[in-house]
């Protein structure tokens, strides 16, 4: 018997989406969250060797910096946990030293984003290093995690079930998410999380959806979020056939 969800998107870019998913558990929603941060193969500098740094800061803490840069991942396959991508920088101050200024070995491994200031050169100071990237997975290492925002929420359903009284002061009604309101999705931000604005003058019910949760998923840049809802579904079911395999030995 194959499961069936029903998905829909409340607000899609490359790097952050907000979608709605149906027919599924709490355990499966979170097992779903848990795999997108910390299940997911990334690249990250993993190996810092310093040519020269006269800034103000030392190696460890500059290594450390190099290391939360994010940089892009190639599609499965084409790297091995032992594979390594090199990066070098070489920036003379006065000046910043941006993510944008790494250069990279392999063109499908590069910073995710240019503007990621790494550290401030006066007149003189200089940063010159070599940087070894590794692929490997969020729950060995935070800078591995390409879900830097992954949260989940009831779908909360809202009915006017009257009116209020005429001498009856109207309060604020705070909710945060994503409400269905008949056929419609909602985003709460649309009004300022206070139902009272949406509904003035209303008298409400407001109660979960059974099975029915609001993914709202956000990435470093790793890739997309498209990506990173794909592969963590991936390592669940890899998951999945091996302790199936290990059942029937």
């Known amino acids: 018997m194959t499961a069936e969800y029903d998905v829909e998107f409340v607000e899609r870019e490359d790097r952050e989406t907000r979608f709605l998913v149906r027919g599924v558990t709490p355990a499966f929603a979170n ?3 848990r795999a997108m941060i910390a299940d997911v193969p990334t690249m990250a500098i993993d190996t810092v060797r310093f040519v020269e740094n006269s800034s103000v800061m030392f190696d460890e803490q500059l290594a450390l910096r190099l290391g939360l840069v994010p940089l892009t991942t190639p599609p ?3 790297f091995g946990e032992d ?4 990066l070098s920088i070489d920036v003379e101050g006065p000046g910043t030293a941006y993510s944008g200024d790494l250069v990279s070995s392999d063109d499908l491994v590069q910073p995710a984003d240019e503007n990621v200031p790494i550290i401030d050169l006066k007149d003189g100071q200089r940063l010159e290093a070599e940087a070894d990237a590794t692929i490997d997975r969020g729950k060995n290492h935070a800078k591995h995690q390409g ?4 949260g989940y929420r009831h779908l909360q359903r809202v009915e006017v079930v009257g009116e209020l009284s005429e001498f009856e002061e109207p309060e604020a009604q705070m909710v945060r998410g994503v409400i269905e309101d008949g056929d419609e999705l909602v985003p ?3 009004f300022d999380h206070d139902l009272s604005k949406r509904y003035p003058g209303k008298e409400l019910e407001v109660e979960d959806v059974p099975n029915a ?3 709202h998923v956000e990435t470093d840049g790793s890739f997309t979020v498209d990506e ?3 592969r963590a579904a991936d390592t669940i ?3 999945a056939i091996e302790l199936e395999e290990a059942v029937q030995l």
Do not use: Y
Not at 147 to 150: D, R
């Open 83 to 86: 594979d390594v991508v090199t």
């Open 188 to 190: 709460t931000s649309e």
């Open 237 to 239: 079911e890899t998951r």
């Open 31 to 33: 097992g779903i969250r």
């Open 147 to 150: 879900g830097v925002a992954v």
């Open 213 to 215: 949760f609001v993914f």
């Open 76 to 78: 499965e396959g084409e």
């Open 228 to 230: 990173l809802v794909t």
